[in-house]
């Protein structure tokens, strides 16, 4: 399994908090669908979320985004250093 970058897990996790669903982010970042939904429960498994609403809620209790993206615009107004390289900590 590769390792996630601190930037994809960034523009994930903003797309993920937009709203937009597994094929959605997976276009957007130019990755394959089976890929996005692997980074996705990675990224919950570390929030300890146990569902998209729940990782939504704990991603904007822990401020791990400064401000939520609600057009769905997409990662670049990605604010820089969300993640460190051991999971999901504010830097």
């Known amino acids: 399994m590769h390792a996630l970058s601190a930037e994809v897990k960034q523009d994930i996790t903003r797309l993920l908090v937009s709203g937009l669903d597994d094929r959605a982010i997976a276009r957007r970042l130019g990755m394959g669908l089976r890929s996005c ?6 990224i919950m498994e570390q929030l300890g979320a146990r569902s998209r609403l729940h990782a939504g809620y704990l991603i904007g209790r822990a401020g791990l985004l400064d401000d939520a993206d609600p ?3 997409g990662p670049s ?3 820089p250093a969300v993640f460190d390289t051991d999971g999901l900590t504010r830097t």
């Open 77 to 79: 107004d990605v604010s």
């Open 71 to 73: 057009d769905g615009t």
């Open 37 to 42: 939904q692997r980074h996705i429960a990675e």
